[in-house]
C-alpha cells in the first residue's frame, strides 16, 4: 500500500455549503494533484442522513492499493505536501481503518488503481461531517 500523499498526490476540500433556508444538502470537492501540479483524480463528498458519502476517481496513477486519507489542514502545496499537516484526528485515535484502538477520523479505505492507471472508490463515512460539529471537515482551517 503507497499513500496518495507519498506519492505526490494533493487533495484540498473546497465546501459548497448550503446558504440558510437552502434544501440542498451540503457538499464539498477536491481535487487530486501529483508534484508537478496535474490533476490525476477527483473526490466528492455530500453530506446524507446515513453519513458523508465520498466518491474519489483517480487516473494516471500508479496500480495498486494506495492508503487515502483526510489531512488536517485545507493546504497542499507541492511537491512534498507537508503543508496539508497530520492526519485529521480531532479524536485522538491510533492510525489505520482496521486497527483495534480506532481509527483517525481521516482514515479512509485504500484507493485500488488497475494496471490501466485508473480506479475509484465510493464510501459512506459517520466519522466526520460537513456539517457544524467537533468532527467537520469544513472548519476554518479546511482539510
Known amino acids: 500500500m503507497r499513500p496518495l500523499l507519498l506519492l505526490g498526490v ?9 446558504a440558510p433556508g437552502d434544501r440542498g444538502p451540503l457538499s464539498a470537492g477536491a481535487e487530486l494533484k501529483d508534484k ?5 483524480g477527483a473526490a466528492t463528498l455530500i453530506e446524507t442522513p446515513e453519513g458523508v458519502r465520498i466518491a474519489v476517481t483517480g487516473y494516471r496513477l500508479p496500480p495498486g492499493s494506495h ?4 489531512h488536517a489542514v485545507g493546504l497542499c502545496e507541492p511537491p512534498e505536501f507537508t503543508s496539508a499537516g497530520a492526519h485529521l484526528n480531532p479524536t485522538g485515535k491510533q492510525h489505520g481503518r482496521l486497527n483495534p484502538a480506532g481509527p483517525h477520523v481521516g482514515d479512509l479505505p485504500n484507493l ?21 460539529s467537533p ?3 469544513l472548519g476554518d482551517k479546511g482539510t
Not at 494533493?10 to 448550503?18: E, I, K, N, P, T
Open 10 to 18: 494533493a487533495a484540498v476540500l473546497a465546501g459548497c455549503a448550503s
Open 112 to 132: 485500488v488503481i488497475a494496471a490501466s492507471g485508473e480506479g475509484g472508490i465510493d464510501v459512506t463515512t459517520k466519522a466526520f461531517t460537513l456539517s457544524r
Open 67 to 70: 492508503g487515502l486519507h483526510i
Open 36 to 40: 508537478e501540479g496535474k490533476q490525476v
Open 135 to 137: 468532527v467537520t471537515l
